[in-house]
């Protein structure tokens, strides 16, 4: 069973700039979530996606968007790079959008921006 | 209020000693409750999920959820250095179709050899 993947591991932007992270959901599992988690911070939850649409939201700005794709894997893309930006960016995903299984992270990808 | 609040520590405990890690939420209604370990640098690792009051054990590890009081706890019984990491405790909402998971900012526990 293939876990969550992320890429790239690591990436670093300038302000300003646009950058777009990758991810491919476990297998068997349709819903995937992004998580933004700041140094010494728990994961903050930025969008889920399921069946190819948004479903839920957390309080993060509209330069902060995804996709996801009919294979289950998603994007998540960021305008405008600010530097409190920089973050280890985690996606999940889950068995179901509704029930209560756990989700399972993928390595993240640590996002620096100068 | 935040909604999911643990003790940022850090937190010591010799080898071989009882670690309890504890959490509190506030959304009354949440059904599910996880806990992740995070070493320095790397994702969260799930150890733990429970759904009904009580206690659910695995191997060193138990899980304790007091949903009146809203209150759920990690024990880690003959901890060892490699226990050391922060330990995340996370919280599925009840309301809204997303039911995402709501993370406290965890605990960091170190065990001395």
């Known amino acids: 069973e293939t876990g969550v993947t992320q890429s790239p591991t690591h990436l670093i932007k300038t302000r300003g700039q646009q950058v777009t992270l990758r991810c491919s959901s476990q297998?068997?599992?349709?819903?995937v979530s992004w998580y933004q988690q700041a140094l010494g911070q728990g994961p903050q939850f930025i969008f889920q996606y399921y069946r190819e649409e948004e479903n839920g939201r957390g309080n993060f700005p509209p330069r902060f968007s995804g996709l996801q794709f009919p294979n289950y894997s998603s994007e998540l893309n960021v305008n405008a790079l600010e530097l409190d930006d920089s973050a280890l960016y985690l996606c999940?995903?889950?068995?179901?959008?509704?029930?209560?299984?756990?989700?399972?992270f993928g390595n993240g990808t640590r996002l620096t921006v100068t | 209020q935040k909604e999911v609040e643990q003790n940022s520590g850090p937190l010591s405990v010799p080898e071989g000693a009882i670690a309890s890690l504890n959490c509190t939420y506030s959304d009354r209604g949440s059904q599910s409750f996880f806990w992740y370990r995070q070493y320095s640098g790397k994702s969260p690792e799930l150890i733990m999920f429970i759904y009904s009051n009580g206690d659910k054990e695995d191997g060193r590890f138990t899980a304790q959820l007091n949903k009146a009081s809203q209150y759920v706890s990690l024990l880690i019984r003959d901890s060892q250095p490699s226990d050391s990491a922060t330990y995340l405790c996370?919280?599925?909402?009840?309301?809204?179709?997303?039911?995402?998971?709501?993370f406290g900012s965890g605990t960091q526990l170190t065990v001395l050899p």
């Open positions: 999940a995903s889950s068995r179901s959008r509704r029930d209560n299984s756990p989700l399972h």
């Open positions: 297998s068997g599992h349709n819903t």
């Open positions: 996370a919280v599925k909402g009840s309301s809204g179709s997303a039911r995402q998971l709501t």
